[in-house]
Structures are given as structure tokens and as C-alpha cells.
């Protein structure tokens, strides 16, 4: 939810040098790039009827039935891979398309401008490392980056009052959201004062209790969880969700141990110089565009041009005798076959499990287990004068955002305070906030209404934000992601694993697995990975073509 990041306060401060060179963001972070929403890629067997080869004008070396790799998925992964391919590899991949079911490119994310608001229905922000700013600058969105204030401080919930959150190691000792003794047993379990490791896959609970204690985790991870996966933390893994933090306990012997051994290796290898073009954020901060995050994949669309297809809907696909594969799709225009050298396939892993079936069962099935909790994205605004005097900093509602532990006896899982983080989200007088509510814990926002969802809201912040005597709320849009956040639960690794060994196993070189539920759910880290991913599709090209070569 939020914005938050990969790593929690508290963790970011015992380990500060386990960050990338530009800050990882801060607390709050977006409910990270949902999958595709609610639309579904349609399976279909193709009936009776001619199927057209497409004509790729936008594609270097004009009209063919042929390309070097298809993306399946508009979404920002997707996109991004594509804009990795062409900016990177171009050499390697001349021709390449990316396919969209729906008529617009983007995913979930999705932002709506409209009587002086501006707000986000999917994910609310990035954390500005690198490779992001890279995507940034390489889309031409440079000039149209914001960031939110890297001073401005996070809060949770905790027994009635909105208490700060560290943000740096001077604030250890002041911050009043744990006791002196839930902070001593955090200390000494950080440098290795703890029951050991159980010798299985541990669940984020039972690690952050056994290395860091109870108030640790009921107070800062358990909401963290709620914020970032919409998540169950009893069942999320840690390995999987918070691996960095995870492997320093493995090389180290201790958070601290392995933050220490960290620096060591790092300061054995030169930092390469950062690219001049991009921008130097200062401090924990988050970024979005003047317009919203939809400037992101609409520039990279844009760029892309005529290799974008929208409406093409993926029926099916299968490997070619010669290599590669065919894939045929219904589209505005009719029955469309295309052959590629490579796919990969970007779109959520229940969507991905029903396409691949026919080519492995084994690789749909463990596809087809992934979990997505839905999520409500409920936009409302309030008048200024609506917000409890306690909450203002020098009469104004100013950070990030706030999270809600569970255990708290409010239903929202957190919110963000939007027209403090970025300019020009709200009429003057206004404030805007964006609210998350369902999750693993709370499936049944399903069942619903919008206005019931609208109200469950405002009756939680009535409770710590708003003065309960205060007008009702500005409804602005309420989006219900009935399948929104893929939960890297205990065991989420193996079944990626298997998935991938059972296309590789069965001799399917040449098709990827990509998206949040293979990456990470961050909007940041949808970003690196797509870089990642082009250089294996670039490899598998460059030993395709010498492969050819010698035949």
C-alpha cells in the first residue's frame, strides 16, 4: 500500500549500506503493480475461418509474418522489457511486438484526472533506484519526474494515536512506537542474540519474531505486510518477500553480522559510475510523474509505436518443429498467426497457467497456484478543516501516509496522504486520500457494495484522521482488484522453480516467465527485472542465431 519499500525503517536502519546507491524508498510504497486486472486474456479454440498474418510496418525491416521475441502483456513489465529490448539489444532484437488484450497499454496502472483531482486506482508510486530512473529517462519523462519529500515523515497505527516511524538511527532512542524493552530485544537479536535458524523455509512472523521480537513485528512488519502484499504475514515467506534481509542472517549469522559482511564485499569491487543522465534523488523518497504514473507506460507506448498491438487477445501457442513458436490471437482485424524466435509472457501466472497448459501441465499447474487477494483502491477527499487538529504539522497534514496493524480493530489496511506527496492532486482546500482495504486477511470485500466500501473507510479514519463531526467525504473513484497482489507465500520459489524447469525440461528454450508474481510486486522492482529479463531473451537470441548459423 503504500508506498513502501523493499526493506522497513527499521530494517533499512540496521542495515543502511544493504541499499541500492539511490534510496529504496521510503515506508509507503504503492500497492505494487496489481496484474492485469480484471480482464482476462481469452482462451479460445480457433474456429473455422482464415487466419491472417499480421503486417509488422512498425517494426525494422517493414511487413513480416516473423519477429525475434513477442511479449505477451501490456502492462509495465511488459512494456518495459520491450523498451530494455529496443534500447539495449536493439542488435540482437530488431523486430519485436507486444501483444495487449485490452484497448489501452499500462496494466493496473491506472490514473484518473478529473474537477481538479488527480489520482491513482492501481499503484501510487516507485521508489527511484536506478534502473527506474533509467526507464524514466530513456522514455523522455525526465522533466516530468516528481518526488515526495524525503523528510516527511510515516506513521502507524498504534493503541488509538498515528505514532512516527524511524527513519534514521537518531530516531531509535525518541520514536514512541516501542517500548525501551521492545527496542533492547531488537538490538541484541540484530547482532545474533536469538534462538537460531529452525532449519525450514520461515514464514515472515517467525522470523522477525525469533531475530527481532514480538513488538517488532506486531508493530512495524505485520502492518509493513498488510501495506505491501495486502498480505499474511504467518504465511508470506520470508525468503521470498524480504530475501535481502533473509540472506543476511544466511551469510552472516546475524542481520547485523551479515550487514557488516555486506559492506566488506561491496567495498572489494569498485562502484561502477552512475549514468550522468539521471536524476540524484535526495534521501528515503518515492517518485511519480506530473500527470501520473500512467506517463510511464503511455511514453514507452508511445516510443514503441506501431510494435505495440492493442485488443489482441492470445488464443493460443504452440512450438514450431524449427524452432520458435506460433502464436495465434484474436484481434479487431480478425484470426492473426505470428511466429517468434522467443516469447515472453508477462501476464498474470493464472492467466499464463491456462495458455501454457497445452504445451506443459506440469509448468500450468504450478502456475495455477499462486494466490491474488482482491484489493479496493477507494479515492475520497476531505476538507482541510476536516483533519483532527493532533494530526497537523504546523496546521498542515504532511508525510507519506499512515499503516494499520491488524490487530488495531480498523479495516483498512493504510492510507495515503496524495496531496501531500505529490503537487497538484487536489483543489486547494482539499485533501486527497487514497485508501486500501481487503487483502489476504479480508477477502470478503468482495461481497461489498462501493458505497459499503466507502463507508467501512471513512468510519476508520473518523476513528484517527478525520474529526468525527466532519462533513461526509468526496467520493472520488472506487476500484475493487478482485485478484490484485500475488502473495509470495512459504514455498513461492519452488513453484517458480518447478514452473520453469518444466518448460526447460520438456525442451521449451525460448519462453519466459515474467511479471510481478516472478519478480517482486514493487513497481521498482517490475522495472529491474524487465532489465533482466532482456539480457536472457538477448542470450537466448545470440545462441539461437549461432545455432542457425552452423546448420
Request: aromatic share 8%; charged share 20%; net charge positive.
Amino acid at each position: 500500500m503504500s508506498t513502501l519499500t523493499d526493506l522497513p525503517p527499521f530494517w533499512r536502519i540496521q542495515c543502511p549500506l544493504l541499499l541500492r546507491p539511490t534510496p529504496s524508498s521510503s515506508i509507503f510504497r504503492p500497492f505494487h503493480p496489481f496484474p492485469q486486472g480484471r480482464t482476462r486474456i481469452r482462451c479460445s479454440i480457433a474456429k473455422e475461418s482464415a487466419i491472417s498474418s499480421p503486417s509488422f510496418s512498425g517494426a525494422p525491416g517493414g511487413h513480416s509474418d516473423s519477429v525475434d521475441c513477442v511479449v505477451v502483456g501490456g502492462g509495465i513489465t511488459g512494456l518495459c522489457i520491450a523498451q530494455a529490448l529496443a534500447t539495449k539489444h536493439s542488435s540482437v532484437a530488431p523486430n519485436l511486438i507486444v501483444t495487449e488484450a485490452r484497448d489501452r497499454v499500462g496494466g493496473n496502472i491506472i490514473t484518473v484526472q478529473r474537477d481538479g483531482y488527480l489520482w491513482e486506482e492501481g499503484p501510487n508510486s516507485f521508489q527511484p533506484s536506478d534502473p527506474m530512473l533509467t526507464m524514466v529517462v530513456d522514455s523522455g519523462l525526465k522533466d516530468d519526474l516528481v518526488l515526495g519529500d524525503p523528510n516527511a515523515p510515516r506513521f502507524v497505527l498504534w493503541d488509538g494515536k498515528l505514532r512516527p516511524v524511524p527513519s534514521k538511527p537518531t530516531d531509535l532512542a525518541f520514536f514512541d512506537l516501542m517500548s525501551i524493552g521492545g527496542k533492547l530485544r531488537a538490538g541484541f537479536g540484530a547482532l545474533g542474540i536469538r534462538p537460531p535458524p529452525p532449519g525450514h523455509e520461515e514464514s515472515i512472523e517467525e522470523f522477525v519474531r525469533r531475530n527481532l521480537g514480538d513488538e517488532v513485528f506486531e508493530r512495524l512488519i505485520e502492518p509493513f505486510c498488510s501495506g505491501v502484499y495486502a498480505g499474511d504475514p504467518s504465511k508470506l515467506s520470508m525468503k521470498a518477500a524480504f530475501g535481502k534481509v533473509w540472506k543476511l542472517e544466511q551469510n552472516g549469522g546475524s542481520i547485523i553480522g551479515g550487514t557488516f559482511k555486506t559492506i566488506q564485499e561491496r567495498n572489494k569491487v569498485p562502484k561502477p559510475p552512475q549514468d550522468p543522465r539521471l536524476p540524484k534523488p535526495k534521501g528515503q523518497t518515492v517518485g511519480s510523474f506530473r500527470k501520473g504514473l500512467a506517463m510511464l507506460p503511455e511514453a514507452i507506448s508511445t516510443r514503441l509505436g506501431k510494435k505495440v498491438k492493442l485488443s489482441w487477445k492470445l488464443s493460443s501457442i504452440r512450438k514450431l518443429d524449427k524452432g520458435g513458436y506460433s502464436l495465434t490471437y484474436e484481434t479487431p482485424q480478425g484470426l492473426v498467426s505470428l511466429q517468434s524466435k522467443s516469447v515472453v509472457m508477462t501476464v498474470p501466472s493464472y492467466i499464463a497457467s491456462s495458455l501454457l497448459h497445452p504445451l506443459s501441465a506440469a509448468a500450468a499447474d504450478a502456475l495455477s497456484k499462486f494466490y491474488y487477494p482482491p484489493v479496493a483502491a477507494v479515492s475520497i477527499s476531505y476538507p482541510k478543516e476536516a483533519i483532527r487538529t493532533e494530526c497537523l504539522i504546523n496546521g498542515e497534514l504532511k508525510g507519506f501516509g499512515q499503516l494499520h496493524p491488524r490487530s488495531q480493530g480498523v479495516e483498512t489496511l493504510g492510507t495515503i496522504y496524495s496531496s501531500s506527496l505529490f503537487p497538484n492532486r487536489a483543489p486547494a482546500g482539499r485533501v486527497l486520500l487514497l485508501n486500501y482495504i481487503g487483502g489476504a486477511t479480508n477477502p470478503g470485500i468482495l461481497s461489498k457494495t462501493e458505497t459499503e466500501l466507502v463507508e467501512a473507510v471513512d468510519r476508520d479514519l473518523r476513528k484517527i484522521l478525520i474529526n468525527p463531526n466532519a462533513k461526509d467525504p468526496l467520493v472520488l473513484g472506487v476500484r475493487v482488484w478482485p485478484q490484485a497482489i500475488p502473495q509470495f507465500l512459504i514455498g513461492h520459489f519452488d513453484l517458480l522453480d518447478a514452473a520453469k524447469a518444466a518448460l526447460r525440461d520438456t525442451g521449451f528454450h525460448g519462453l519466459f516467465l515474467g511479471g510481478n508474481y516472478a519478480s517482486g510486486v514493487a513497481l521498482g522492482r517490475c522495472v529491474e527485472s524487465a532489465y533482466e529479463v532482456a539480457s536472457e531473451v538477448t542470450d537466448f537470441l545470440s545462441q539461437y542465431s549461432y545455432e542457425k548459423c552452423q546448420t
